[in-house]
């Protein structure tokens, strides 16, 4: 037994010596195959350790390596256990079903090739550590292609990675620090086109790959990226997951429809779940947006959420707006200039049915705005956007030097709607030298509508403004602004409505109804208190019209204004002449008022308001006043003049009349070469506190062709007072009335011409009248005195003296031839009149009944005289008197002066009389009288003073008792 065991353990020897020295010479083998296994050119050698060269090694065995990574990991884990005992290992093709490896391992190098792995490195050995110094190693199925040290602890399990790498186009360094629970890796690259190949290690949801791979383009350098895996499942761990990159020159596609934003540099960060994306210096069609950012957050979570935030110090424009206009929020302002500090917030969710949410702050100073039209001066708002809510808050506003407001308006920019709140510091439409409307700290409500044109609505203060091509701004009520507006308060506008259409400032049409006004104009007998209006001011040019074009108002760059009239009355008094610009009136068929009761009625007048005073040149027609030249009356007059503090004056062309009145109560009057009529059945009673007329070559017409005729005259009324003097050749008329209502009146040295003139009858020729009368104004008393005058075609006196003349001849037709002489060669009567040599005449004159009573009337001529009296009712054509005419002077005077024979002829009063009477009608008087008794008594009277005669006789003989008979 013992000798069996030992010759089996020496034939084992035996074989094992033979082996082991065939083994230490080299055992070559062409091919040999056992089981699954197939092995061709086989060599063998034990050399410290053995030798192994193969040149195809078949194993039909299925490989449980799917992936480079595998593969990496059980080769990798085999090393230490192979080098331990052979030397070298050097298998050219190694065949395990469809894969073949390339397989050497040796103490200086080893060498590994298959369809996932190219391994070249050389291995040192540190205890239980491999240090492999890679020169290549290749992931066929990554394209990776790695270069550095790999170092492995067999005894912990763990290895370490720094390496060298390339992928694609992408270079860069990685370190891996695995153990059998996780696997870290940092990563570093060169610069790159993009990080898509992040793709194949991270699957994240489609908006947060657009960003991180489509929307940003640039030289990206990948600074750090750390992750961590699973050892078992290579899945990463979220949470580890954290690195940098940045991009210079980067392009940015904030959405597909939007120009792309520029930023040198820009710099991404992950960590914590979330991708930060930083734009630095970056401008977004040259604009400014510097500090934007891109938040993806829970990048890697179906709840992430991208963040995309841009920030700008620019004008808020069309470029700016368009961006959120890309996410379908329009927002209705547009800024043109100044400083707008923006914040603009777009949050999209990974998850589509949740909405787009936008949010925005705009910090706006001092900036040119366009609300839908609606252009304004900010100094200061703030204007956020909650999605399709924007609210300005606190803004001031200013338009021009038309308004300044503090505004508070929140805007629905679905419903394009808004509402809010203002305070009108002031609102101010400035004129010349008053504010045509100043509002100041006016508190309204404030609706718009955008849907169609843009209404802008203020509640309180009733008015609309309506943004279109022009921007309509309608004052529905002006009652709201009378306290606040000079204009209104000038034209007294208790109400009415204005509607200005704007284009721009200098172009504006205008509407207006004005109710209640002051102007001082009345159209068809009525006073303006209501007009309507339309206009337009236009590069400092205004017009306007109103009343069918009766009034037209053009000024043409802020020069003088001109205002044109048509068919109305103008009053002018009450004006204070104190303009507050020039204005030129054209007045065309004008009354003139100067007074509530004078007017002129202007055919063509040019009329020019100063700033103080008023001019005025032109045609005055339709006149009615009382002054003649040459027998006609005035109806036209071209005259020039002015009005200034309240005094107006003018005189024609002609020079034939000067006006002046002061303060609109004392008139001054010079006129030449016409006449004034006097009408005295019109109430002539004055306006003004006191009236100057001098005239000159001037007379007055009485009606009727009656005539004051005057060289000169002039006429003062001041008050209660009435003065007139007038001038004619040596005749002079003195008139005065009183304030105690006294009146005299003074007639010195009429001739015959102004006596004619004044009777308008050819009744007087030669000699001198004296009229002297005093009284009232209804009442006068007097005394008329004639001298050398011869009366002619007055009815009642030649009648009555052709009776008288004729009644010698019915007392005795031997007289009558006296007679007939006399009326041919007397003085006292010829084929022309009846000569008085001297009369006097006492009366009374009943102005308001037109009666004048002459209660002496005796007048002495050469032939007839009379003496008597007579009283004539101008108003009932009616006269009525008793006269006694003496006549056959002739015989009177030849018989008196022959005693006794003068008392049988005569009588006692040495006269030869009759008594008439007048009655009937003043223009065609009837004459009663006794002549015909007195002739069939004559001869009676003569019997009977025969008789008497012898007493008479004795009476001639006493003394006179001139006592007595005085």
């Given amino acids: ?81 192979v080098l331990s005992y052979f030397q070298e290992i050097d298998l050219k093709s190694l065949k395990i079903n469809n894969n073949e490896f390339l397989i050497h391992f040796s103490k200086n190098k080893i060498l590994l090739d298959n369809k996932f792995i190219r391994l070249s490195a050389k291995p040192r050995f540190l205890g239980n550590s491999i240090l492999l110094s890679l020169d ?79 929307n940003i383009k640039g030289k990206i350098t990948l600074n750090n990226l750390f992750v961590k895996l699973d050892a078992k499942t290579f899945m990463p761990d979220e949470k580890s997951i954290k690195g940098d990159l940045s991009i210079k020159n980067a392009k940015v596609m904030f959405h597909k429809n939007l120009p792309k934003a520029k930023s040198k540099k820009i710099d991404i960060v992950f960590s914590k779940g979330d991708l930060h994306i930083y734009l630095n210096k970056a401008t977004y069609l040259d604009k400014k947006i510097y500090g934007s950012s891109v938040i993806i957050e829970n990048l890697t979570n179906k709840k992430g959420l991208v963040k995309v935030n841009i920030k700008a110090n620019t004008l808020l424009d069309k470029d700016i707006l368009n961006i959120t206009k890309a996410f379908n929020v329009n927002i209705p302002i547009i800024q043109t200039s100044g400083l707008t500090k923006a914040d603009v917030t777009i949050n999209v969710s990974y998850d589509a049915k949740i909405p787009i949410d936008i949010q925005g702050v705009f910090e706006i100073h001092d900036a040119k705005m366009n609300l839908q039209g609606f252009k304004f001066f900010a100094k200061k708002a703030l204007v956020l956007l909650d999605n399709h ?63 169609n044109k843009t209404k802008i609505s203020f509640r309180e203060l009733k008015t609309d403004i309506i943004l279109n091509k022009r921007t309509h701004i309608l004052l529905h ?31 504006i049409n205008f509407e207006a109804f004005l109710k209640g006004i002051d102007l001082p104009l009345i159209n068809e007998g009525e006073k303006i208190k209501d007009l309507t209006v339309k206009g337009r001011y236009k590069n400092d040019d205004l017009s306007l019209s109103a009343l069918k074009n009766k009034i037209k108002i053009f000024q043409k760059n802020k020069q003088t204004m001109e205002i044109s009239l048509k068919d109305m009355d103008f009053l002018i008094y009450g004006q204070n002449g104190n303009n507050p610009s020039n204005i030129d009136f054209f007045l065309d068929n004008i009354n003139l008022y100067i007074n509530k009761d004078s007017f002129y009625n202007l055919n063509t007048m040019n009329v020019f308001l100063k700033k ?60 030449k070469n016409l006449d004034v009529y006097y009408d005295d059945k019109k109430n002539n009673k004055s306006i003004f506190t006191s009236i100057t007329l001098k005239a000159e070559n001037s007379n007055i017409l009485l009606g009727n062709n009656k005539k004051v005729l005057s060289k000169r005259f002039k006429i003062l009324q001041k008050e209660e007072e009435f003065t007139f003097n007038s001038y004619y050749e040596k005749s002079s008329i003195y008139y005065k009335k009183s304030k105690n209502n006294k009146v005299i009146v003074k007639a010195i040295n009429l001739n015959d011409t102004f006596i004619n003139a004044f009777l308008d009858k050819d009744i007087v020729k030669g000699g001198i009248f004296d009229i002297s009368a005093s009284g009232t104004p209804s009442q006068l008393k007097g005394h008329a005195t004639i001298q050398n005058t011869s009366i002619k075609n007055m009815a009642a006196i030649n009648n009555l003296i052709i009776l008288v003349n004729a009644s010698p001849g019915l007392i005795n037709p031997l007289l009558a031839i006296p007679s007939v002489l006399e009326l041919v060669t ?141």
């Fill in 389 to 451: 809510i924007l609210k300005i808050q606190d803004a001031q506003v200013k338009v021009d030097s038309l308004l300044e407001a503090q505004l508070n308006l929140d805007i629905n920019l679905r419903k394009l709607s808004a509402s809010g709140n203002t305070v009108l510091k002031y609102l101010k439409i400035q004129g010349e030298e008053k504010d045509l409307l100043s509002l100041k700290n006016k508190k309204s409500s404030i609706t718009v509508d955008f849907k």
């Fill in 136 to 214: 290549e190693l290749y992931l066929k199925d990554y394209k990776l292609f790695l270069q550095g040290t790999l170092k492995i602890n067999t005894q912990d399990q763990t290895l370490d990675l720094v390496s060298a790498f390339k992928y694609d186009k992408i270079e860069g360094n990685v370190s891996v620090e695995a153990n059998q629970n996780d696997i870290k890796i940092l990563l570093s690259t060169k610069e790159m086109d993009d990080i898509k190949f992040l793709k194949r290690l991270f699957r994240i949801d489609d908006v947060a790959e657009a960003w991180m791979y489509d």
């Fill in 1 to 81: 037994m013992l000798k069996n065991t030992i010759i089996f353990f020496a034939t084992v020897i035996s074989i094992i010596l033979v082996f082991l020295f065939f083994l230490f010479k080299g055992i070559s083998v062409n091919s040999f195959s056992f089981g699954n296994i197939y092995i061709s050119s086989l060599y063998l050698k034990l050399d410290k350790k053995l030798i192994v060269k193969i040149d195809e090694l078949k194993i039909n065995k299925t490989s449980q390596s799917k992936t480079s990574l595998d593969s990496i990991a059980k080769t990798i884990s085999y090393i230490p256990k």
């Fill in 477 to 507: 009520d002006l009652s709201l602004f009378k306290n606040d507006s000079a204009l209104l308060k000038d034209l007294n506008i208790k109400a009415g409505n204005l509607s200005l259409y704007m284009k721009n400032e200098k172009d």
């Fill in 826 to 966: 007397q003085k006292g009567f010829d084929v022309q009149g009846y000569k008085i040599v001297e009369g006097d005449i006492d009366f009374t004159y009943d102005i308001n009944k037109e009666v004048l009573n002459m209660t002496k009337v005796f007048t002495k001529g050469n032939s007839v005289d009379f003496d008597g009296e007579v009283r004539m009712d101008f108003k009932k054509d009616e006269i009525k008197g008793e006269m006694d005419v003496i006549f056959m002077k002739s015989y009177s005077l030849l018989i008196k002066h022959i005693p006794l024979i003068n008392y049988i002829f005569l009588g006692d009063e040495k006269r030869v009389d009759t008594r008439v009477s007048l009655k009937g009608k003043i223009s065609d008087p009837i004459i009663d009288s006794n002549l015909a008794q007195n002739s069939l008594a004559a001869p009676f009277n003569v019997i009977k003073r025969i008789i008497t005669l012898p007493l008479k006789a004795v009476e001639m003989f006493i003394p006179e008792d001139k006592e007595k008979k005085k």
């Fill in 612 to 671: 103080d005073k008023i001019l005025f040149t032109g045609l005055v027609s339709n006149l009615d006043i009382p002054l003649f030249n040459k027998g006609k009356k005035i109806v036209n007059l071209e005259i020039q003049g002015e009005y200034a503090n309240n005094d107006f004056s003018f005189i024609t062309k002609d020079k034939t009349i000067k006006l002046k009145i002061l303060d609109n109560d004392n008139m001054f009057l010079d006129i």
